[in-house]
């Protein structure tokens, strides 16, 4: 195994790349390529990738995957410079827990994204 890339399912998919635009990510892939009416985005930010997906696009092919509000889940993401990274988002994001230092030596802070999946950033300093 080398790289996970996570395919988070969404039902607004335009909100969803504006936020993670937010977070310094940027839509490098997209179904279709062009157009208003996507139906899944792969965005990268460094070394980090997501896809997202709307739910109806898998209605058919995967009902089980039903859930239309966040999932049982937290995403985990290593950075440098977190104390730079919270002071440019806080003030756009929802804020969960702010920076803190935990007792296994990371620096960390937890947002709530558009669709209600929680991203915790850290930094191993």
């Known amino acids: 195994m080398e790289t996970l890339s996570p395919n988070i399912f969404v039902n607004n998919m335009a909100q969803t790349i504006a ?3 937010i977070l310094g990510f940027t839509k490098t892939m997209s179904v279709p390529e062009t157009g208003d009416d996507l139906v899944w985005v792969m965005m990268v930010n460094g070394t980090v990738t ?3 997906q709307t739910f109806e696009s898998l209605a ?3 009902p089980e995957i039903n859930r239309s509000n966040g999932a049982s889940q937290l995403l985990y993401i290593n950075l440098k410079d977190i104390r730079g990274f919270f002071e ?3 003030d756009k994001v929802t804020v969960l827990k702010g920076l803190e230092k935990t007792f296994y030596g990371a ?3 937890s947002i709530v994204d ?3 999946y929680v ?7």
């Open 19 to 21: 936020f993670y635009e």
């Open 50 to 52: 997501f896809m997202f």
């Open 60 to 62: 058919d092919d995967l």
């Open 88 to 90: 440019k988002i806080k």
């Open 107 to 109: 620096t960390e802070f």
């Open 114 to 116: 558009c669709n209600n």
């Open 119 to 125: 991203l915790t950033f850290a930094e191993h300093e």
